[in-house]
Nanobody
Framework: QVQLVESGGGLVQTGGSLRLSCAAS????????MGWFRQDPGKEREFVAA????????DYVDSVKGRFTISRDNDKNTLYLQLDSLKPEDTAIYYC???????????????WGQGTQVTVSS
């Protein structure tokens, strides 16, 4: 079955950086678009970034454009999210997911990992 395991979260100061990883197994990773989502307690889960199966096309929510970079290594079945210039409002649990674009143009996650906590102190 699909298994997604995130790692790399932690506590960082404002302006700092983290690199999240998501190890995938149980499906053909190189054929699937992937994405990162995040959720802060008391808020809805929100889309952060997505990448096509080949890595040729990426999309980001406006609030992270220019600060976060999504990438993938299909040989290692691993998805990444580089988080730079972090802000306190980036604090959340970050989830990776197999992802598809909806008819409305938004992104939907299908299979989810367990998440990794990112906390940015001010």
């Amino acid at each position: 079955q699909v298994q997604l395991v995130e790692s790399g979260g932690g506590l960082v100061q404002t302006g700092g950086s983290l690199r999240l990883s998501c190890a995938a197994s149980g499906f053909t990773f190189s054929s699937e678009s992937m994405g990162w989502f995040r959720q802060d307690p008391g808020k809805e889960r929100e889309f952060v970034a997505a990448i096509t199966w080949s890595g040729s096309i990426t999309d980001y929510v406006d609030s992270v454009k220019g600060r976060f970079t999504i990438s993938r290594d299909n040989d290692k079945n691993t998805l990444y999210l580089q988080l730079d210039s972090l802000k306190p409002e980036d604090t959340a649990i970050y989830y990776c997911a197999t992802t598809r674009r909806t008819l409305e143009g938004t992104f939907r996650g299908d299979s989810w990992g367990q998440g990794t906590q990112v906390t940015v102190s001010s």
